[in-house]
């Protein structure tokens, strides 16, 4: 059964320690230094606060992928769980599912906290926070492109970024432009949103589908 | 089983080998072509009266949109090569793919650089995130990342297979990334400053623009001819030389 | 244990398999076929291809050229070869953080069974692997030789009728490798298939052999 | 300044991209084809030239 795996991983998650910490530490990290970079002007802070909160959860997504598949590699685990069709493409899904509660979640939970640090008001927050929500997981499915081409790499890391963020700038603009319709009046909210749900509908069947392949020919 | 007679044929005229016979047969041609048709091209869009200010900033168009052209059309030679390379597993996709990727990203600079160049007369900045050039932008960050992916392996077999993957990935999403970025454009700014191309463009201009766009192609078919040839060469060359230690190695075992 | 009587009749068939590395070409048009209760070991010097082999059989590796094929008279046709197979690899695919019921439990539930025989509870394989009562710690606990008897109760827990084991009784002592024997063995008595690659004699009975050379060329004729 | 600048720094720099890419194919061929003819001096040719499709793996 491959809900095994999805138990598997989460327990991984919380033992092995570090990873959801390390990535909400990060998020709140890279905003809190924000102010610092633009100055305390708390009506410019409120006004580029979606925005700052979108890229820091971005790039604490970004933060934890290579290790996706990596450590199943490294262990001998990734082998099996090749071997065995379940289809793949679904392995990966579950695999993906399991990376986002463990990573992706803490960093939506996270969020309204640094939202309430870059002085936006209540409606900004619950939008980014409902737009994380939804486009987080789209970050993973698309991440474990990479982080499925990571493992042929002697070094993923870096260039993992660098290969996905291209692909996620999708999900940033529809994120930040629902958060901002959400506060601003004449832009209705729910087209932007509608549209981030697609994104992350179809990033759903293209991320496993993508990284199964390449997972395959990946192999040595 | 005719079928199959006309596949063997066809991946006949795959082989490496017969590629190189080929090659060297119509590089010569195809580049006397491309040298004849910049000429042509060259001439045309100098050629023509330019005394009004939109009529002299429509010349960088003429070298603007062709490499902007071209920088889709490499793209998309790269995700027709990256099927070749999952699907039939061919060599020459493999290395088909590899040689254009760098080929894509001079194209699509050339097409930041001049559209840099014709904005700065006509928005006063160099550079303005207009969809079209920011698309541009988010294609060229695509190309450096493949290339910086198939610099990072070492079996050049599997950088082949795994870019191949990224190739088609990136492919089916070029399209949400466009529209996205339009979708921002028009949210951020008036659309009313961006009027690249478009209707605008008079039928005097589309001669010369014509004739650098098919002369800006034969020069990246070319190009891409020719630096398949040179991978070719190169794997031809790696293959040898591991042969080399390998023999020698063995030589040096059945003497102890 | 599992049911003895009326096993299927099965067959492993490798046909011309050629495989690489890089640019080079490890091993070229091997051919064996393995039918129920039959064995085959993998010998040679290290770097000789062996686990290449093993890799390509279990689906890991693509072949240069060459089939691995799976026929049974229950399993439904076009099953993938891999599908039958247990895998155990120079690593343990087990994790560390997890303990060793957690890591047994997760594999017999991934796995599950295939169609013709089950597996045992993981109490009883890891008895069998002579490591009861400490299913309970973490893995990551464990010396090198219990942590690869553990590896080797993650066969037992969940039924394939072909083994593929490279270097399994690599890190043990020889009382271990006796019980390893005879645990391949009593699989082979079930009908089941395996293919081992090992540089010290397993002590099997009637397996084939096959020597692998390594090193078949360079593939340079390609370019 | 004028027009007439930046339509001659545009086709300036397109020259130039392409030019460096022309040169840099062209070198490169170069460069790989002298490699062969090393290896071929020092007698390592490839087993299938003489026999062409004798040995295809």
Redesign the interface.
């Known amino acids: 059964m491959v809900i095994a795996l999805l138990f598997r991983d989460l327990k991984l998650s919380v033992r092995a320690g570090g990873g959801a910490l390390i990535g909400v530490l990060f998020f709140t990290t890279v905003v809190a230094v924000i102010p610092f970079g633009v100055g305390p002007d708390l009506n410019l802070l409120s006004r580029i606060g979606p925005a700052i909160v979108w890229i820091g959860a971005l790039l604490s997504a970004l933060l934890g992928l290579d290790r996706m598949f990596q450590t199943d590699r490294e262990d001998g685990s990734l082998d099996l769980l090749l071997m065995q069709e379940h289809p793949l493409a679904l392995t990966v899904l579950v695999k993906c599912l399991a990376h986002w509660l463990g990573n992706g979640l803490p960093l939506v939970i996270a969020s309204p906290l640094l939202g309430l640090f870059m002085n936006m008001d209540e409606v900004a927050i619950g939008a980014t926070m409902l737009t994380l929500l939804v486009g987080t997981p789209a970050l993973t499915f698309i991440g474990a492109v990479g982080a499925a081409v990571a493992v042929a790499l002697p070094r993923g890391g870096l260039l993992v970024s660098i290969l996905v963020l291209p692909l996620a700038i999708p999900v940033l603009i529809f994120g930040v432009s629902a958060s901002y319709a959400a506060v601003q009046d004449p832009a209705p909210f729910m087209p932007p949103f509608l549209i981030l749900v697609a994104i992350t509908m179809f990033f759903a069947v293209l991320g496993p589908l993508g990284a199964a392949l390449a997972l395959r020919n990946a192999g040595d | 089983m005719p079928q199959i007679a006309v596949l063997t044929k066809l991946t006949d005229l795959a082989n490496p080998t017969r590629f190189l016979g080929l090659a060297s047969r119509i590089l010569p041609w195809m580049a006397g072509i491309t040298a004849v048709l910049f000429a042509i091209g060259l001439y045309l869009s100098f050629a023509g009266e330019g005394d009004y200010q939109q009529g002299m900033t429509v010349r960088i168009m003429y070298v603007h949109v062709p490499a902007a052209w071209l920088s889709m059309m490499c793209y998309s030679v790269m995700a027709a090569s990256a099927i070749g390379t999952l699907v039939w597993r061919h060599p020459l996709a493999d290395v088909s793919h590899k040689a254009a990727a760098p080929l894509g990203a001079a194209f699509t600079l050339i097409a930041l650089a001049t559209g840099s160049l014709w904005g700065k007369p006509m928005w006063g900045t160099w550079w303005v995130w207009d969809a079209r050039l920011t698309s541009v932008f988010v294609l060229f960050l695509m190309y450096l990342g493949l290339i910086a992916l198939n610099r990072a392996m070492d079996d050049p077999g599997k950088a082949a297979r795994v870019s191949s993957v990224l190739i088609l990935v990136g492919f089916v999403n070029i399209p949400i990334i466009k529209f996205s970025v339009d979708w921002w454009n028009t949210l951020h700014q008036p659309a009313s400053v961006i009027r690249m191309g478009g209707s605008t463009i008079d039928s005097t201009f589309l001669w010369p623009l014509l004739i650098m766009a098919i002369a800006f192609t034969m020069l990246f078919f070319t190009l891409h001819v020719a630096a398949m040839r040179n991978e070719i060469w190169r794997r031809r060359v790696s293959a040898q030389r591991r042969m080399a230690a390998r023999m020698a190695g063995q030589t040096l075992e059945k003497g102890v | 244990m599992m049911k003895h009587n009326e096993s299927p009749q099965m067959r492993l068939t490798v046909e011309a398999l ?1 495989a ?6 490890i091993f ?1 048009d091997i051919s064996f076929s393995l039918g129920t209760g039959e064995s085959l070991i993998l010998t040679g010097r290290n770097g000789s291809g062996k686990s290449t082999l093993l ?1 390509a059989v ?5 072949p ?2 060459g089939r691995v094929t799976w026929e049974s008279d229950e399993a439904e046709t076009g099953t ?1 070869a ?2 039958a ?1 247990h ?1 155990l ?10 303990s060793v019921r ?1 890591n047994l ?3 017999q ?4 069974d295939f169609s013709g025989g089950r597996g045992m509870t993981i109490a009883d394989a890891a008895e069998a692997v002579g490591l009861g009562g400490i299913a309970h710690l973490p893995f990551g606990y464990l010396s090198a030789g219990q942590q690869r008897r553990m590896a080797f109760a993650k066969l037992l827990v969940a039924w394939r009728p072909v083994w593929i084991l490279d270097e399994p009784t690599a890190a043990l002592d020889v009382s271990a490798e006796s019980v390893f024997t005879a645990l391949i063995t009593d699989h082979l008595a079930q009908g089941g298939i395996v293919l081992a690659a090992t540089h010290q004699p397993l002590g099997l009975e009637n397996a084939q052999e096959l020597k692998m050379t390594g ?1 078949a ?7 | 300044m004028t027009h007439g600048f930046y339509i001659a720094m545009s086709y300036g720099i397109a020259a130039l991209i392409s030019l460096c890419l022309i040169v840099w194919v062209w070198l490169d061929g170069h460069a790989r084809k002298r490699e062969l003819a090393e290896l071929e001096a020092s007698g390592i040719r490839r087993r299938s030239a003489p026999k062409s499709e004798g040995e295809k793996a």
Request: glycine share 10%; net charge negative; proline share 0%.
């Open positions: 050629s690489r590395r890089g640019e080079d070409l070229k890799r279990a689906g890991l590796l693509r240069e050229s993938r891999s599908e197979c895998y690899g120079h690593r343990n695919a087990m994790k560390a953080e997890l957690e439990e997760f594999w539930d991934f796995f599950g090193f060329g360079v593939m340079e004729s390609m370019w």
